[in-house]
């Protein structure tokens, strides 16, 4: 029985060591717990910045898109005043039909979207050479060959460029997610402060009850991001500024 | 019966980037009567006030999710028949079959292309 007794005082004095030294660790872990925690609001923050950053790009981007495709519509205007120029010269009856088919084809295409971008610049090239050889309408064909030349550097692919800016999109839902997992590890470090902070010796009871309060805020705030005040609050409390 | 190129169109994402493709790509397409919201809720609101024809909408918005929006859409008697289509970057199986039970009209995942979109109007609108 005594052996026992001893045995037993043994493993507790034993277990009230290894109490002691983690504890001790634990304090020791305090200090770059908290520098974390306080380094974590500015992490969120980088990563909002980026979002932001990426948005403004991706308008600027969208914008220049925009002009071209407005520079596409003037162009097609071109087009339509060259068909009206060449319908009223009676000498250039198949010049006619083909601009109308070059004019089908703009409209098929505005439908369509990308579809015969090939077929209309053949056709228009078609147009612009035989304007040329022709004693007449001369100036109608500078205004077709300039016409070929921004629909082929402007138009092919505009709406490619403009889809493949939902990259933008895509990035920033999972900047989205980064962030609430910083928010996320913030608050459960911030939680270990305060939980720590009240096992140690000198806390008053005064500060027991404000850390008390805290411990509910934070668990309030499960679903949102934590208030700046809240988290400068709580590492004030805890003697870290 | 096919889209009437003058049907306003309702385009809801929380993000404005998705919000200007979307609607560029409709311009192109011959559809210039849109309207953008910026999660369900003021979507719902808009849909709610009337003249829409269809609606394209984001899944994850704050909020208001989309799928929280569709149910409310096919729970209103007044706007249950609009068409929804969702454009999400949510590609699970079990997002698509929420959004069947739903009432969802038709599903595109991001990133997608200009002729997707419009595949899945002619599909909606045949």
Redesign the interface.
Request: charged content about 25%; hydrophobic content about 40%; proline content about 0%.
């Given at each position: 029985m005594a052996d026992t007794n001893g045995h037993l005082y043994a493993e507790l004095g034993d277990l009230a060591r290894y109490l002691d030294t983690t504890l001790r660790k634990l304090d020791d872990a305090g200090a770059p717990l908290t520098t974390m925690s306080a380094q974590l609001p500015q992490a969120a923050t980088h990563l909002e910045g980026l979002t932001k950053l990426t948005?403004e790009g991706?308008?600027e981007v969208?914008r220049l898109?925009?002009e071209l495709?407005d520079s596409h519509a003037i162009v097609v205007g071109q087009l339509r005043k060259a068909l009206m120029a060449v319908d009223n010269n009676e000498n250039t009856p198949c010049v006619a039909c083909l601009l109308r088919e070059s004019q089908q084809l703009v409209a098929q295409e505005?439908?369509?979207?990308?579809g015969s971008r090939d077929r209309l610049a053949g056709t228009l090239t078609k147009v612009a050479e035989t304007l040329t050889k022709g004693q007449t309408g001369g100036c109608v064909a500078c205004t077709l060959t300039q016409s070929i030349h921004s629909l082929s550097q402007d138009d092919k692919r505009l709406?490619?460029i403009?889809?493949?800016?939902?990259?933008?999109?895509?990035v920033?839902?999972r900047v989205k997610k980064l962030t609430t997992i910083v928010h996320d590890v913030e608050r459960k470090l911030l939680e270990l402060v305060v939980v720590f902070g009240l096992k140690h010796e000198n806390a008053t009871p005064e500060i027991k009850t404000d850390a008390t309060d805290m411990l509910k805020q934070l668990k309030a705030t499960n679903e949102t991001a934590m208030k700046q005040n809240l988290v400068d609050d709580i590492l004030g409390k805890f003697g870290f500024n | 019966m096919p889209a009437d190129p003058a049907m306003k169109i309702l385009v809801v994402d929380d993000m404005s980037t998705m919000r200007r493709i979307v609607k560029n790509i409709l311009k192109q397409l011959g559809y210039a009567n849109v309207e953008e919201a910026e999660n369900g809720q003021e979507g719902l609101i808009k849909l709610q006030g009337g003249g829409f024809g269809f609606v394209i909408s984001d899944w994850n918005m704050p909020v208001m999710t989309g799928i929280d929006m569709l149910r409310a859409v096919r729970a209103d008697e007044t706007i249950k028949k609009i068409p929804v289509l969702m454009v999400t970057a949510e590609a699970q199986q079990e997002n698509l079959i929420e959004a069947v039970k739903a009432g969802v009209s038709n599903y595109i995942v991001k990133p997608f292309t200009a002729e997707t979109l419009q595949e899945k109007i002619n599909k909606i609108f045949p």
């Open positions: 948005e991706t308008h969208m898109t925009e495709q505005d439908k369509q979207l990308i709406i490619e403009m889809t493949a800016l939902s990259f933008q999109d895509l920033a839902q | -």
